[in-house]
């Protein structure tokens, strides 16, 4: 089975509407609530960019076994 790494660095311009839209998506699920959105992504005006990132990154989605997903800040 061929094995690939995918490599992106991004750089959030706007993390107001990064988080509207990962909350978009969140708020999308069953079940999930405002308070859901704020613990999962943290508040608006001070966003979990990370969490955002994974959320609409989402390698789950794909058809394949991700071994390993990571979503952290750059140093610098």
Do not use: Q, Y
């Amino acid at each position: 089975m061929p094995s690939f790494r995918i490599t992106i660095d991004v750089d959030v311009d706007d993390p107001g509407s990064l988080w509207a839209m990962a909350g978009t998506r969140l708020i999308a699920h069953p079940g999930m609530t405002g308070d859901d959105l704020v613990d999962t992504l943290g508040p608006r005006e001070d966003p979990d960019l990370a969490s955002c990132l994974t959320l609409l990154i989402d390698p789950t989605r794909l058809p394949a076994s991700v071994r390993h997903f990571d979503c952290a800040p750059l140093a610098g």
